[in-house]
């Protein structure tokens, strides 16, 4: 990533890590120029000087958290509820790998999430996002790293991730894409599976991470979803075709509800590449045809 020669187009570099996914030795430092903590058009030293930035940034954050902390205990009641949650969700995450050395430091986990609650008002703490930090803790060494990862992959992202600004949304989209582009499934699900698509939240809240069967996979696809290529909003497109991995046996059983979420909640060790190629086709097809506006809004 620090040797592309400058001819190459920054829609080139983008492409590439959307058709190849980015090797694991470049990771921590490509990242950084796709969620924007980095300009892609910036020097060595340049980048030097906004990761020193970044870092005192960060540590004026973190003093001025430990200045306001009594303040925010006595005065907000929902900082007191939100600290216990976040404590008690990193609590339950298993941090060791299979032989049993320590993946991440919890004590760590809990400051930047609180402190991201604290200084982002735009996405409030919700159950996940001790899931998401953990794999930015997993890919760089410092804590303001972390934080800023993930600060700037929300934005990035378009916060389509927190429930109160873009998690309906996509639901809703994902609704009107499955009605345009396959009528019959749709009206399956409005009728015996009335209500399927809206419990299906936390696909989008936790960027599919349960879908996978390890963090590189996880990783790979939001590598995508940072391109926004082919689209924006490619997550709605991801969606449907997970929900298109259960269509023929929905149909041909034809499953009610409680069986829909069961079977859509049993896909797992999904293979990425295979997935990423199927939401591109959909899209594809989308472009093929004649777009209503608010699908067109939200894609294209």
């Given amino acids: 990533m620090t040797t592309l020669s400058p001819e190459n187009s920054l829609s080139a570099r983008q492409s590439a890590s959307f ?27 340049e980048r030097l000087m906004v990761d020193s930035t970044r870092r005192k940034n960060y540590e004026a954050l973190c003093q001025m958290y430990e200045k306001i902390q009594p303040l925010l205990e006595n005065l907000h009641r929902n900082f007191i509820e939100t ?48 899931e998401m930090v953990m794999l930015f803790q997993l890919m760089v060494e410092h804590d303001h790293e972390t934080f800023w990862l993930f600060q700037f992959f929300l934005q990035k992202t378009e916060y389509s991730c927190v429930i ?12 009107n894409l499955i009605n ?14 009335a209500g399927t698509v809206q419990p299906l939240f ?13 963090f590189d996979d996880v990783w790979r696809l939001w590598e995508v979803l940072l391109t926004r290529k082919p689209c924006r909003n490619f997550q709605v497109l991801v969606a449907y075709s997970m929900l298109q991995m259960v269509r023929k046996q929905v149909l041909q059983e034809s499953m009610t509800g409680d069986d829909i979420l069961l079977a859509c909640n049993n896909l797992i060790d999904l293979d990425v590449a295979k997935l990423v190629s199927a939401a591109c086709t959909a899209y594809a097809e989308l472009v093929q045809k004649d777009v209503p506006q608010p699908l067109k809004d939200f894609f294209l």
């Fill in 19 to 45: 058709i190849l996914g980015l090797h694991p030795f470049v990771r921590t430092e490509a990242w950084k120029f796709l969620t924007g903590y980095y300009s892609w058009q910036s020097s060595q030293d």
């Fill in 83 to 130: 600290r216990n949650n976040i404590a008690y969700d990193i609590q339950k995450l298993y941090d060791k790998d299979p032989l049993g050395n320590v993946l991440i430091d919890k004590k760590r986990l809990e400051k930047i999430l609180l402190l991201s609650y604290v200084c982002n008002t735009q996405a409030e703490y919700q159950q996940g996002f001790h």
């Fill in 164 to 175: 109160n600004i873009g998690v309906g949304k996509n639901l809703n989209m994902l609704n």
């Fill in 180 to 193: 345009f582009l396959d009528p019959v499934f749709a009206e399956h699900l409005k009728g015996k599976g």
């Fill in 202 to 214: 936390p696909w989008f809240c936790l960027y599919f991470q349960r879908a996978f069967k390890s």
